[in-house]
C-alpha cells in the first residue's frame, strides 16, 4: 500500500492534454514539494519535475505540475505517443523522515 | 553528469543471500542521500532502504527490516545493499536513487539502469 495513492491508469489522444492527481497527507505533499517521474517500459525511471512544478534541464515544457494543499498534478499538454509511460509522484516525509512513493499512474495514448 | 551503475543481482534460493552493489562516478557521493527503490515484475516502485549522505542514518521498509542491510563506502563511492533470508516475493529490479537536495528533499534526479534480482528454488 503505497503512502501517496495515484489513479492506477489514465489515457488520452494525441494532442490531447491530461492530467494524473498525486494526494498524500499533512506530513508529506502537504507540509513539503512533490516531485515526479516517467518511467518507459523497460526502463529506469526518469526525474520529471521537481518542487511541485519545476523541470529539470531537458524536459519538455509540455510537462508540468502543481500543488494544492495535500494534492498535486501532473499535466502533459501536446500529448504524443511517446508519452505513453507509468507516472509516479514522489514527497517528503516529515514523520517518516524519508521519500514516500505514489503507486503509479499508467499512462496510455490512445 | 553522474552514472550510477548497479550489479550483483542474479538468481538465489529462497533463504540465501546477495549482496548488490552501486557505483557512482561524475559528482561527489559523499554529498547525497541515496535510496534503493525495487520493482517487482509488473509492479510499481517500493521505496526499500535510504542512507544519509555520511552513513549517519539507515531507514528500512518494514517488508525488508531485518533482513536488508544498506551501507556505503564513500572512499570508494559505492553504495550497498547485504540481502539475507531471501524470499520469493524479493523478486525484483532493484535500482540505485541519489537524493538531491539542491532540487529539493526526496528529489531523485539520477537513477542506476537496475540490476534484477530473482528469488527461486
Known amino acids: 500500500q503505497s503512502v501517496l495513492t495515484q489513479p492506477p491508469s489514465a489515457s488520452g489522444t494525441p494532442g490531447q492534454r491530461v492530467t494524473i492527481s498525486c494526494s498524500g497527507s499533512?506530513?508529506?505533499?502537504?507540509?513539503?514539494?512533490v516531485n515526479w517521474y516517467q518511467q518507459l517500459p523497460g526502463t529506469a525511471p526518469k526525474f520529471l519535475i521537481y518542487?511541485?512544478?519545476q523541470r529539470p534541464s531537458g524536459v519538455p515544457d509540455r510537462f508540468s505540475g502543481s500543488k494544492s494543499g495535500a494534492s498535486a498534478s501532473l499535466a502533459i499538454s501536446g500529448l504524443q505517443s511517446e508519452d505513453e509511460a507509468d507516472y509516479y509522484c514522489?514527497?517528503?516525509?516529515?514523520?517518516?523522515?524519508?521519500?514516500?512513493f505514489g503507486g503509479g499512474t499508467k499512462l496510455t495514448v490512445l | 553528469q553522474v552514472q550510477l551503475v548497479e550489479s550483483g543481482g542474479g538468481v538465489v534460493q529462497p533463504g540465501r543471500s546477495l549482496r548488490l552493489s552501486c557505483a557512482a562516478s561524475?559528482?561527489?557521493?559523499?554529498?547525497?542521500?541515496m535510496y534503493w527503490v525495487r520493482q517487482a515484475p509488473g509492479k510499481g516502485l517500493e521505496w526499500v532502504a535510504v542512507?544519509?549522505?555520511?552513513?549517519?542514518?539507515?531507514y528500512y521498509a518494514d517488508s525488508v527490516k531485518g533482513r536488508v542491510t544498506i551501507s556505503r563506502d564513500n572512499s570508494k563511492n559505492t553504495l550497498y545493499l547485504q540481502m539475507d533470508s531471501l524470499r520469493t516475493e524479493d523478486t525484483a529490479v532493484y535500482y540505485c536513487?541519489?537524493?538531491?537536495?539542491?532540487?529539493?528533499?526526496?528529489?531523485?534526479?539520477?537513477w542506476g539502469q537496475g540490476t534484477l534480482v530473482t528469488v527461486s528454488s
Open positions: 499533512s506530513s508529506n505533499i502537504g507540509s513539503n514539494t
Open positions: 514522489t514527497a517528503w516525509d516529515d514523520s517518516l523522515n524519508r521519500v514516500v
Open positions: 561524475g559528482s561527489t557521493f559523499s554529498n547525497y542521500g
Open positions: 542512507i544519509w549522505y555520511d552513513g549517519s542514518n539507515k
Open positions: 536513487a541519489r537524493d538531491n537536495w539542491s532540487y529539493a528533499r526526496g528529489a531523485l534526479d539520477s
Open positions: 518542487s511541485n512544478n
